[in-house]
């Protein structure tokens, strides 16, 4: 239904001097009224223009209507580049989407919160990084609207109101849900990231490229979502919080489309200083004394077949149901086991590597050793087990997690660094087997891992 509406909006233009405002409105503004001629719609309706099966760019043309919204995106701490996100109401919203603006000041204008509506007509909608994006269509892109132009299809209004996180679970994420401002409790970082030895940052460590990801697991669940920071952000230096909470930010997709991830405006939307609640790892006297009885080494040297590694007893294994497993492999002249979920069409894929029996009653402060190597990175997939009751299956039997130093790898890219992991098991007596648990999923959870070198070292 076509309706006229007189809006109270505030037109963007520039004063040479600053007028006196209200506490939300910009100083150099004015106020007056603009007239909206034409059908009001909303950001849900309009996405179903764009066909994900084609893909085509879809141009709005000669059809007089408007979305309108509530910024929940800024660009202050420089998380956020050329881009404002908006979604359709300030609680309780339904729909989310980007706007590509040719401006790198927009928080200066499109505050958190602000309304604001938006023209339709001359844009166009298309898909890029996993989210649907409104711009100008560039032959076969969307790129941002022209600074001169933004004005033109962009209106700020005077409204401005407190936009209410959208509480969600992470195991409950859809598509739907993708440009909203949500709020995550009960979360906490991996401890891979925030070792008190080896702290890392938002997204200034040497395997962060544009964007630093940093692995977030429920507490209750046990399942995992991305937080996505941009190597050009004002806090990329600054350390993860240690503890558990919660988290607030916009629910989008990393840059290759791969999984869900979470990106800030600023580091104050962390409230994190609660009990961790880590699983409950063997914790010995940390007494890493390297003693000369050798228990167990193995380098995977002359291993180049499933079936020697059964002659050597390990037991290689896919619980999933499918064919993949730790794969013999000569890298760098190096023999290794390499396990990865990319492309092979299991989702999940859980594979376990375990060692044959180690005896323990005759030796005293056993430490085991261990060298990974983490590559193409997309997750933390590996995890580290021992087990004193294993026979055929590591479904029968009975694990406790080993604190172990899982690398984070380079997303998209080969590495070359293995990183030694040293675990005190001398608490532990009689017959144990180590069991190295793969858990990924194709086509999203599909990090590569080299094992080398694992060794049981006692006095």
Not at 264 to 275: K, L, Y
Not at 359 to 366: A, K, P, R, W
Request: hydrophobic content about 35%; charged content about 25%; some cysteine.
């Amino acid at each position: 239904m076509r309706i006229t509406k007189i809006l109270n909006l505030l037109i963007i233009a520039l004063q040479l001097s600053c007028v006196q405002t209200d506490d939300y409105d910009m100083p150099g503004m004015t106020l007056s009224e603009f007239t909206v001629d034409g059908d009001l719609t909303s950001i849900a309706a309009i996405k179903g223009n764009f066909d994900l099966r084609t893909g085509e760019i879809f141009t709005f043309q000669d059809s007089n209507t408007w979305i309108e919204g509530y910024v929940v995106s800024s660009d202050a701490a420089g998380n956020f580049y050329k881009k404002l996100i908006i979604q359709d109401k300030f609680q309780s919203p339904v729909a989310g989407i980007q706007i590509l603006l040719d401006d790198t000041s927009l928080s200066d204008t499109f505050e958190f919160g602000r309304k604001v509506i938006i023209k339709l007509d001359g844009l166009s909608l298309g898909y890029k990084n996993g989210v649907l994006q409104l711009g100008f269509q560039n032959r076969g892109d969307v790129v941002a609207i022209p600074r001169s132009v933004i004005e033109n299809h962009v209106i700020r209004t005077s409204v401005r109101q407190e936009i209410i996180p959208l509480e969600i679970e992470i195991n409950e994420i859809h598509d739907e849900m993708k440009n909203l401002y949500v709020r995550i409790e009960n979360v906490q970082f991996d401890l891979n990231f925030v070792r008190e030895n080896n702290r890392f940052s938002f997204a200034s460590n040497v395997v962060d490229r544009f964007d630093g990801e940093r692995q977030m697991t429920d507490c209750s669940t046990g399942s995992t979502i991305f937080l996505s920071t941009s190597t050009f952000s004002d806090f990329k230096s600054l350390l993860l919080p240690t503890g558990s909470g919660v988290i607030e930010g916009i629910l989008s997709r990393d840059y290759y489309d791969r999984h869900y991830v979470i990106v800030v405006n600023t580091p104050e939307t962390f409230f994190m200083d609660g009990e961790r609640c880590d699983p409950d790892y063997l914790n010995c006297d940390n007494n890493f004394t390297e003693g000369a009885k050798i228990l167990l080494d193995e380098n995977f040297d002359g291993v180049t077949s499933n079936t020697t590694l059964n002659s050597r007893k390990w037991t290689n294994i896919n619980v999933s149901g499918g064919e993949k497993k730790f794969t013999p492999t000569l890298a760098s002249g190096n023999r290794i086991l390499r396990i990865s979920a990319y492309n092979t069409n299991e989702s999940p894929l859980e594979a376990w590597l375990v060692t044959p029996p180690i005896q323990l009653d005759d030796s005293e402060n056993e430490v085991l050793l261990f060298d990974l190597l983490s590559s193409f990175d997309n997750g933390l997939l590996l995890r580290v087990y021992v087990s004193q009751d294993f026979e055929e299956s590591p479904a029968l039997a009975t694990w406790r997690p080993l604190d172990a130093n899982i690398p984070l790898g380079p997303s998209g890219a080969n590495s070359s660094i293995f990183k030694e992991s040293r675990i005190d098991i001398s608490c532990l007596q009689g017959k144990i087997w180590i069991g190295f648990r793969y858990l990924g999923a194709a086509p999203d959870k599909t990090t590569t891992y080299d094992l080398d070198n694992i060794r049981v070292i006692g006095e």
